[in-house]
């Protein structure tokens, strides 16, 4: 990285934002340049007062600066800045993207990206859906964009890293400073394979006003943002009004329309988010990946079920798994949709909860395995 200094100390002057950074870099270059400039070339930019011309003239390394840059050092941090190749191309596209990231892990690759967003108080089909549908971009050369927050996110890198797949996590907080906490080996697990970044210094505590900020980088960076379970004052909605307004498409999962953590991404859906079912209904909307023939995912067998499993059920067990739900169905119910002898169905329902396809519940409810959603 050619004289990083250069990037902190500017980034650091008071009154330089990043809106402002931008401007000043595709202006004169670099930001060496902006520091050596004359006071009459500064005053020319708009946004920059003789006040902050002469300040820009004054700069120096502040201790803040020489701290962060000895932890970057400590903790062998990579800082990526908006002029070499491994900045997000999308993030470009901002109007003021951060000048540079933190990036612990590698960028490289990490292409074809989709963010997926949603409630740190999930339920379990939420989880299972979400780490289902991220497994299925992962397998397909997406890479899955997150926050790495609790519930939703965390199962959203979960199921890229299960599709042998890349992931990126987007802190708010510093790299060096960890949040949520129990989610460090999840962190480690992701540099391994793809990139945990952030925009805050290296020791920068997870302030609520940082995780707006986070937000912008998600869907910035991002073809599309996918929104589960979310409530009607989730600050996953910030994510999908921002990506609403960088340009980029909106998708949601719907719920329950009994459960209030839906009532977000139903909102969403009101207003014009795709509604998303599979993965083929994300990835029909962005680019194609490239050297790939057809990201195409064919409708298998049993309904969102793993080859492995489809092999393992005739054809009476595969009739039964397709009559059953994410949400539990009662043998009743089942009966009445498929038309079986109650005896029959019974044996079969168990022989499907010994293959791990399904999960039966107190008062004979069964629904599609937790696993298998």
């Known amino acids: 990285?050619?004289?990083?200094?250069?990037?902190?100390?500017l980034k650091s002057i008071p009154g330089i934002g990043n809106h402002l950074f931008k401007r000043l870099y595709d202006l004169f270059k670099s930001p060496e340049c902006v520091l050596s400039a004359s006071f009459e070339d500064l005053i020319r930019v708009d946004g920059i007062s003789h006040h902050l011309a002469t300040?820009?003239?004054?700069?120096?390394?502040?201790?803040?600066?020489?701290?962060?840059?000895?932890?970057?050092?400590?903790?062998?941090?990579?800082?990526?800045?908006?002029?070499?190749p491994d900045y997000p191309e999308l993030l470009l596209q901002l109007v003021d993207p951060p000048p540079f990231l933190y990036v612990s892990g590698n960028l490289d690759k990490c292409s074809h990206t989709i963010s997926v967003v949603g409630s740190r108080n999930a339920t379990g089909?939420?989880?299972?859906?979400?780490?289902?549908?991220?497994?299925?971009?992962?397998?397909?050369?997406?890479?899955?964009?997150?926050?790495?927050?609790?519930?939703?996110?965390?199962?959203?890198?979960?199921?890229?890293?299960?599709?042998?797949g890349k992931?990126?996590?987007?802190?708010?907080?510093?790299?060096?400073?960890?949040?949520?906490?129990?989610?460090?080996?999840l962190f480690h697990r992701i540099t391994e394979n793809g990139a945990v970044i952030s925009e805050f210094h290296v020791m920068a505590e997870p302030e609520a006003h940082?995780?707006?900020?986070?937000?912008?980088?998600?869907?910035?960076?991002?073809?599309?943002?996918?929104?589960?379970?979310?409530?009607?004052?989730s600050g996953s909605l910030i994510t999908a009004k921002l990506a609403a307004e960088q340009g980029r498409?909106?998708?949601?999962?719907?719920?329950?329309?009994?459960?209030?953590?839906?009532?977000?991404?139903?909102?969403?859906?009101?207003?014009?988010?795709?509604?998303?079912?599979?993965?083929?209904?994300?990835?029909?909307?962005?680019?194609?990946?490239?050297?790939?023939?057809?990201?195409?995912?064919?409708?298998?067998?049993?309904q969102n079920l793993s080859d492995d499993v489809v092999l393992l059920l005739c054809s009476e067990e595969l009739t039964v798994y397709n009559a059953l739900e994410p949400y539990p169905v009662h043998i009743d119910d089942i009966i009445r949709k498929i038309t079986m002898e109650p005896g029959k169905l019974s044996g079969i329902l168990l022989k499907l909860e010994l293959k791990g396809a399904i999960d039966q519940l107190p008062g004979k409810f069964f629904s599609i395995s937790e696993e298998r959603k």
């Open 1 to 9: 990285m050619e004289n990083i200094l250069s990037w902190f100390i």
């Open 167 to 185: 992931t990126i996590a987007v802190l708010g907080s510093g790299l060096g400073n960890v949040y949520p906490p129990e989610n460090r080996n």
């Open 55 to 84: 300040t820009i003239k004054k700069h120096k390394m502040t201790d803040t600066v020489k701290k962060d840059i000895d932890l970057i050092q400590k903790e062998k941090i990579k800082i990526v800045t908006m002029a070499e």
């Open 210 to 233: 940082h995780f707006p900020i986070r937000n912008r980088i998600i869907s910035g960076m991002s073809y599309g943002t996918l929104v589960v379970e979310a409530t009607k004052k």
């Open 249 to 302: 498409e909106v998708f949601a999962i719907p719920g329950s329309i009994q459960s209030f953590k839906s009532t977000g991404t139903h909102s969403l859906l009101k207003q014009g988010a795709k509604l998303v079912e599979n993965v083929q209904d994300i990835i029909e909307e962005l680019p194609p990946v490239r050297n790939q023939e057809s990201c195409t995912v064919q409708n298998k067998t049993a």
């Open 125 to 164: 089909y939420g989880i299972s859906t979400t780490k289902r549908l991220c497994r299925d971009l992962a397998a397909l050369n997406h890479t899955v964009v997150s926050g790495m927050a609790r519930g939703i996110d965390t199962a959203a890198h979960q199921g890229a890293l299960q599709g042998n």
